[in-house]
């Protein structure tokens, strides 16, 4: 990737189709992970409910650069969602409760698969089941349908009763829900994790037991915010999910604990806003990261992203992404923590 | 003219479907001038040239200061600014309640304010003979400057219904008149114009041409536009369904994105669901940041 034509690219905010033009090999920096069978052109994926369907997103991004589009959650039929409010913001973040309104699997593949297909975007899509039979239909369904490249499994939503958190609150729930979909598909399954348990390492050992191709977290922390002149809770589901930058050492450390735990790949997330956030996670073990609050903040933050990384790879001679996924350096402190 | 029971699945479908934004530009604008009109309120001028250039009444811009909260926050665009013939910018009508326009209120030239836009669905104006009716509520007054602008330059009759709860907030009254548009005014506490909720005077006009043109066929076409808190926008949404005249309302609920990314400024409208049925009608949340922020008001639920 040429740094200095980057640069001109990003400023103008419209494009990153950078590395569409000639280089020579001295300065190429190659972005490119591997999430299972599925090789993304580089690590920044859209974070599943912050990024609508993406069609909503193609003035500010040209879709074909990301590494994937996560797309807003969906289950086989249409949901209406909680009533208003269901966002505040609270200190460097935001709650939300938004209860995955979508417009149901049937209706994505119809009205909005063929525009992202046509934007050449990298689908995954994001399945939310109310049943094990719920995630097993919508994976096979998903799976006769053109254009999807992934599939990540929804059993963190902290937002809904039924269905999803109860998965991926409990072990067994987790490697049957994996278990269940691996059977009926050949697509890459990236169970999306929850931190609101006591030990994510184990969600995502349970995960690559069941043949997770890869694990993505955190989904949101279960959080409440009131409003003290009425005492009513702020948000019409009383509890939402906490993201944004507040959430973002807490997701770090469970990344890391993840990598440690299982040989899949990591997709690490919570709070990143910067290169140097999503440099954190990948240094930490995230093979790719998603982004999802900060696009709602700045939905032209993707080619900063880029620019930053690939500006760091350079500083670092990093000649690939993948060769930085996991390289914390714990050795010292390691040997200071015994001496002391 | 419209059946309040008879919105149709494509009605809803056009309703929740994207609206493809022409040119969408997020700048660091800088502040041009501030001008404080009472303790609370303040019109500030951005120099977003872009995004002044390509406004259409009704649109809205996210605006954020890089030491504000982490969100940004929606604003009717108020007036285009013009220097010498150029497009200089923009400005924004505030009043000052949360972090972001207590910082708006606080700006001096010079402070600088990320904004994103164009964004939302505009208003729809109306060719004469058709009238145009404005109603705004407080600091709903935003988004009529550059609708009676666009609205005059059609040579559209054109009424401002003002109200606030004092006169002291009411607010670019001379602006409006010399244009040649119309007012009518209420106060809460009557210190100017009629002492009510704008709604009545509004009612009443209506009522007037009723009584004195019996024949449907016979009256002119009016279009009713407003902007304002809720409790008035449905108080008016009722009013036009009572005197059956078309109206289009501009919403604020609190958004996250403004680009329909996160599904938190939804307002439910009617939907039918597949039968035809006419039994209540059940309803649909739709984004207000993309469906909206302006609606017909025949299409709105109030919760």
Redesign the interface.
Same mark, same amino acid.
């Given at each position: 990737m040429l740094v200095q034509f980057s640069a001109a690219r990003i400023s103008s905010?419209i494009s990153l189709g950078i590395w569409d033009v000639g280089f020579g090999a001295w300065d190429l920096t190659d972005l490119s992970v591997e999430i299972g069978s599925l090789r993304l052109q580089n690590p920044l994926i859209a974070a599943s409910?912050? +990024?609508?369907y993406g069609?909503?997103?193609t003035?500010?991004v040209d879709l074909s650069t990301l590494g994937g589009v996560a797309v807003?959650g969906l289950f086989l039929k249409e949901r209406?969602?909680h #009533? #208003?409010?269901?966002?505040?913001?609270t200190p460097?973040?935001?709650l939300?409760a938004?209860g995955l309104?979508g417009i149901g699997v049937h209706r994505f593949i119809r009205e909005k698969l063929p525009e992202l297909r046509r934007l050449r975007a990298t689908v995954i899509f994001n399945i939310c089941g109310s049943t094990l039979d719920e995630y097993v239909e919508l994976a096979r369904i998903l799976s006769d349908a053109d254009g999807v490249a992934a599939l990540e499994l929804n059993i963190s939503c902290p937002n809904i009763k039924e269905g999803g958190i109860t998965f991926g609150c409990s072990l067994h729930g987790t490697f049957d829900v994996v278990s269940a979909v691996k059977k009926v598909t050949s697509l890459p399954i990236i169970p999306k994790l929850t931190p609101n348990v006591t030990d994510v390492a184990s969600f995502a050992r349970a995960s690559e037991d069941a043949g997770a191709d890869a694990v993505s977290l955190v989904n949101t922390f279960l959080a409440m915010a009131i409003d003290i002149e009425t005492r009513r809770p702020k948000l019409s589901n009383i509890v939402g999910g906490l993201s944004? #930058?507040a959430i973002r050492p807490i997701a770090v450390r469970m990344v890391y604990e993840c990598r440690r735990a299982v040989k899949i790949p990591v997709i690490g997330m919570g709070g990143i806003a910067s290169a140097r956030d999503a440099l954190e996670f990948i240094i930490a073990g995230a093979t790719a990261v998603q982004v999802g609050?900060a696009? +709602?903040?700045? #939905? +032209?933050i993707w080619p900063k992203l880029l620019g930053g990384i690939d500006d760091y790879m350079r500083r670092h001679n990093v000649a690939r992404i993948a060769d930085l996924v996991g390289t914390i350096d714990t050795t010292a402190r390691e040997k200071q923590w015994i001496s002391s | 003219m419209f059946d309040l029971f008879a919105i149709s699945q494509d009605r809803i479908k056009e309703l929740t479907k994207y609206t493809p934004i022409s040119m969408l530009v997020d700048v660091e604008a800088r502040v041009i001038r501030n001008t404080r009109l009472s303790s609370d309120y303040n019109v500030i001028a951005l120099a977003a040239p872009d995004i002044a250039a390509a406004i259409q009444p009704g649109q809205f811009v996210m605006v954020k200061s890089g030491r504000g909260p982490l969100l940004r926050r929606p604003f009717s665009v108020f007036e285009v600014v013009r220097s010498n013939g150029r497009i200089e910018g923009l400005t924004l009508l505030s009043k000052r309640i949360g972090v972001t326009t207590t910082m708006l209120f606080d700006a001096v030239e010079g402070d600088t304010f990320s904004c994103l836009g164009p964004l939302g669905r505009p208003f729809e104006t109306v060719d004469p003979p058709a009238e145009a009716w404005m109603v705004a509520g407080g600091v709903g007054l935003a988004p009529f400057a550059t609708l009676g602008d666009a609205l005059l330059a059609r040579g559209t009759k054109t009424t401002l219904f003002y109200g606030a709860r004092s006169g002291a907030e009411l607010f670019y009254l001379d602006w409006f008149t010399s244009r040649g548009i119309r007012l009518v005014l209420a106060t809460e506490d009557g210190s100017i114009g009629e002492q009510a909720r704008i709604t009545v005077p509004l009612e009443r006009e209506l009522r007037d041409i009723e009584s004195r043109i019996p024949n449907p066929e016979s009256r002119r076409d009016v279009m009713i536009y407003a902007c304002g808190p809720e409790p008035m926008l449905e108080a008016v949404a009722n009013v036009a369904g009572t005197f059956k005249r078309p109206s289009q309302l501009s919403v604020e609920r609190v958004m996250g994105c403004g680009m329909g990314g996160c599904y938190s400024c939804v307002i439910p409208v009617r939907d039918h669901g597949a039968g035809s049925e006419r039994t209540r009608p059940t309803q649909h949340y739709v984004r207000s940041c993309i469906a909206g922020p302006v609606f017909r008001g025949e299409d709105l639920l109030w919760d």
């Open positions: 905010g409910g912050c +990024f609508g069609v909503e997103y003035d500010a807003k209406e969602g #009533p #208003p409010e269901r966002i505040v913001e460097s973040g935001m939300n938004i309104q944004g #930058p609050t696009n +709602f903040v700045d #939905p +032209f | -």
